[in-house]
């Protein structure tokens, strides 16, 4: 009885806090629903755990225009267009339950979880409420089933200071989806925990303005290599995606489609989509010669390597990616593109004022892309890559105007007219990148990066000359309440180039992560 009025008497508070916040009717309604079936199931409850956060903040620049890392890589929260004003609630829940509430074994406990994050942009014609995280997950040992919207950054990289992974880097809204999977390494035991694996399989739709009734086929798979509490391992894993089925107008009599439709039959997916098989048909009636001579869908995937070393008191991290779109990609044909990075981070200490907790340097270069040329004559070896971009989904590898992948590979919307062309028109690129991080005062956090580009269009279009670019990023974060664990959050960045518009701004805002925990 106790148990049930503790369950009863977070429920109440929970429902009062978001009439407080003024979630939307929906999103109230995904979040009552949780708390319904969870108040039900959780009787013998252990370890309940709420987290509410909010922001509040201001642009101001020398242009509307905001600088590139103010907007990339936040998963398509911050406009090419700077609002004047901008916000963001969030809450997230985590708690757990005894499978076997007679031998409460630790073993058989069944972890619960759910985030939801509101974002809220105002003035300038960005008038805009978005959902970047709404999410309900559920973990029984290892294994977890979760769905919805929720952040992820797929890929080995330096989650902190990097430009980001190659094909998932978080710089566009999350896209819907379902996903079972082992988020983190499982040791296999009948190799004495030398060999630990991860990965997952996931489904996703793509409710995009431009295509109907699109979706998204993802799945990963990593291994990592080395003695168990050892100092050194090595990473090995593969990311695969696909955009794939979908109907839209400009398709109707196009020889890319069948009466304006792409292809969602199951066959045709577990065969071109899953396996990743070009057709055994060369036409039929649910696809035409283009799924023939390729492969269903827009496949968007890469390789990992990494390798890490532990000294006494920091961490060495050497990565690479390696993209693929074809089979030229697969077979590695177009090496030396890819992300490279090497990273080090270290923990914190006391005796300095000023402290550089990590260093982070990467070179990113996407120009070989198998070659200038399209071979058809050896459907393993194709050619000409032409990254992000795809001549079925006219907006590319891209979610809601934001390219999924690497920021450095911009859409048209992004860069000066002048260099406008396909949706992706400048996906040839070298990129030189640099970010450090660290404390100031021990309570004091900052971060920066600075990055310089040449940018060389695509092969079908080149750029003459060549546009150079340089971007920087300073942000700081400092405690200034300890209600709430209120902080300062200030960043500063500009650009200047021939890429870009030049522009220079920055941000003040105020973030609380702790008002109002509830345990």
Excluded at 6 to 13: D, G, I, N, P
Excluded at 234 to 257: C, E, F, K, N, R
Excluded at 327 to 332: F, M, N, R
């Amino acid at each position: 009885m106790a148990c049930m009025y503790a369950q009863k008497r977070v429920s109440q508070r929970v429902f009062d806090a978001m009439k407080a916040l003024r979630f939307t009717g929906g999103l109230t309604k995904f979040l009552l629903s949780f708390l319904l079936t969870n108040a039900y199931f959780n009787a013998e409850a252990q370890n309940q755990h709420w987290s509410p956060s909010a922001e509040l903040g201001s642009y101001i620049g020398t242009s509307s225009i905001a600088p590139f890392w103010l907007r990339s890589n936040q998963f398509g929260t911050v406009p090419l267009t700077m609002p004047s004003l901008t916000g963001r609630v969030g809450l997230t829940y985590e708690s757990q339950i005894y499978a076997d509430t007679i031998r409460k074994s630790k073993h058989a406990r069944i972890q619960w979880g759910a985030g939801v994050e509101t974002v809220f942009n105002l003035g300038r014609g960005n008038e805009k409420v978005l959902l970047p995280e709404a999410y309900i997950k559920v973990r029984w040992k290892k294994l977890e089933f979760w769905g919805g919207r929720r952040k992820q950054i797929l890929g080995i990289v330096d989650t902190t200071l990097s430009t980001g992974s190659f094909t998932w880097s978080g710089n566009a809204m999350p896209v819907p989806k379902i996903q079972l999977g082992f988020p983190d390494y499982v040791p296999l035991k009948f190799l004495r925990n030398y060999v630990s694996l991860k990965g997952f399989f996931s489904h996703g739709w793509f409710n995009v303005p431009y295509i109907q009734g699109a979706y998204l086929h993802q799945k990963t798979l990593h291994g990592k290599f080395g003695k168990p509490g050892g100092k050194f391992n090595m990473q090995v894993g593969v990311v695969h995606s696909v955009t794939w089925g979908g109907h839209a107008d400009y398709l109707i009599g196009s020889p890319l489609a069948v009466d304006g439709h792409l292809t969602d039959n199951f066959g045709d997916f577990l065969w071109g989509v899953v396996i990743g098989k070009i057709p055994k048909a060369y036409q039929n009636k649910r696809f035409t010669n283009f799924d023939g001579e390729n492969r269903v869908g827009n496949h968007v995937g890469q390789y990992d390597l990494a390798f890490e070393y532990q000294l006494k008191t920091s961490k060495l991290l050497l990565y690479h990616n390696h993209p693929f779109e074809d089979g030229s990609g697969l077979q590695l044909q177009n090496i030396p593109d890819g992300l490279y990075g090497l990273s080090w981070k270290r923990a914190a200490s006391s005796k300095s004022f000023i402290e550089v907790r990590g260093v982070l340097l990467e070179y990113l270069f996407s120009k070989d892309q198998s070659g200038a040329g399209f071979d058809l004559t050896n459907s393993h070896f194709k050619g000409n890559d032409n990254y992000f971009d795809h001549a079925q989904y006219k907006e590319g590898w891209s979610y809601f105007g934001k390219g999924m992948g690497t920021p450095f590979i911009q859409p048209n919307s992004e860069i000066k007219s002048k260099y406008w062309g396909e949706f992706f028109p400048d996906n040839r690129v070298v990129v030189y990148h640099v970010g450090l991080e660290g404390t100031a005062a021990r309570s004091i956090q900052w971060r920066t990066k600075l990055s310089y580009s040449s940018n060389f269009g695509t092969n079908n279009r080149p750029f003459n000359p060549t546009a150079k670019q340089f971007s920087y990023l300073l942000m700081v974060d400092a405690p200034i309440f300890k209600w709430g664990n209120t902080r300062l959050v200030t960043k500063l960045a500009f650009d200047k180039g021939d890429l870009l518009p030049s522009s220079l701004a920055g941000y003040i805002g105020f973030r609380s992560t702790a008002w109002g925990k509830w345990r």
